[in-house]
């Protein structure tokens, strides 16, 4: 049976309705690649190691990915070859990309010079990002990936978004290791057709332009929603080939918080601000009067975390304090839902 994925696009200048709270991070990220095999020996040894140390030390400013290119490796991603064959050209395991640049096989030198190019983009303001959250409803194995791209500056070109999915860790053999070796971040699959996505934007775009996008795809029965990372990245294409833009990627999957957002009530639903240190103000607008009102926080696998309020509310304005210290909430993403009645509504909040 062939998996469909269907994508939904909105475009506008200053933001759209239902991507309002999904952050778009002003950052620049980076993309490193190992092409490796599991029949590669020498991918086992130095370059082993070295793909370790990267994956640890660039893990907040750039995706560290395993790319299996070759059909007779054990873990052989047809996305993983396509995207190589886009970046410069090597025809030897392995070889470590930067962005698209073919960057050397191992060696403490080629990891100085990964490391220095990834800090030095970090530090510059980035041309477009993306946000992304990703829900799957457990009983259809539907992934929901919901994005909202935002382009910082204005562009001339043609552009892509493409999304993918890895492993985090995948247990296989490793030629020069063992039979029982972890593979880290995996490159798997492209939740498109096309490898490097859906067409963003062709020609003028403008500063601020905003592209909202739903995207969603069944997820094979193989696949632990735990153990996967969702990526989305920026493509600028030149000629046959796609420049590296940037990336952003969420090990965070919801499982739970699923239901019909009521449009009417997300408008009057807002929190500020939604990144959060130690606490945000809660403002509800209600349309109507409800004996069935609550106000729940949940973490991004569903569980519920705090109670803001639950009980009987009138038509109008209300304001509710949500105090960090009251549950002592880690660093991370969560989701503040309110439920009116049989509506609801959810925002995206951010606790650093």
Request: glycine residues 8%; contains cysteine.
């Amino acid at each position: 049976m062939k998996n469909w994925t269907f994508t939904l696009f909105f475009t506008c200048l200053s933001g759209i309705l239902w991507s309002q709270d999904i952050l778009v991070p002003r950052v620049q990220n980076s993309l490193v690649t190992k092409m490796t095999a599991t029949w590669c020996s020498i991918c086992g040894s130095t370059a082993w190691d070295n793909y370790k140390s990267l994956a640890g030390s660039l893990n907040t400013k750039a995706l560290v990915m395993a790319g299996h290119s070759s059909t007779s490796s054990s873990l052989y991603s047809p996305t993983a070859e396509k995207l190589i064959q886009n970046f410069e050209q090597s025809l030897s395991h392995p070889t470590f990309f930067y962005n698209t640049s073919r960057m050397g096989s191992s060696g403490t030198t080629m990891v100085n010079n990964i490391t220095t190019n990834v800090n030095n983009a970090n530090k510059n303001a980035p041309q477009a990002q993306a946000g992304l959250i990703a829900r799957l409803d457990p009983g259809t194995r539907e992934l929901a990936v919901q994005s909202r791209v935002e382009f910082f500056q204005p562009q001339q070109g043609e552009y892509y978004y493409g999304l993918y999915l890895l492993e985090k860790s995948v247990t296989a053999s490793q030629a020069a290791r063992s039979s029982n070796e972890t593979h880290q971040n995996v490159m798997r699959i492209a939740l498109h057709s096309n490898t490097f996505g859906e067409l963003l934007a062709n020609g003028n775009v403008a500063e601020g332009t905003i592209k909202g996008m739903i995207t969603t795809f069944p997820l094979p029965a193989n696949f632990n929603p735990a153990n996967l990372i969702v990526a989305g990245i920026i493509w600028k294409k030149n000629g046959t080939k796609f420049d590296f833009v940037n990336l952003n990627y969420t090990s965070q999957i919801s499982t739970s918080v699923t239901g019909t957002m009521d449009v009417a009530l997300l408008q009057g639903f807002n929190v500020l601000p939604n990144i959060i240190s130690d606490g945000a103000l809660v403002t509800l607008d209600l349309p109507a009067y409800s004996g069935n009102t609550a106000l729940e926080l949940f973490d991004v696998f569903g569980r519920k975390v705090h109670t803001v309020f639950q009980g009987r509310l009138q038509e109008g304005e209300h304001q509710f304090r949500l105090d960090r210290s009251a549950f002592q909430a880690p660093p991370g993403y969560y989701l503040l839902r309110l439920r009116h009645g049989a509506a609801q509504a959810t925002r995206q909040l951010l606790f650093h």
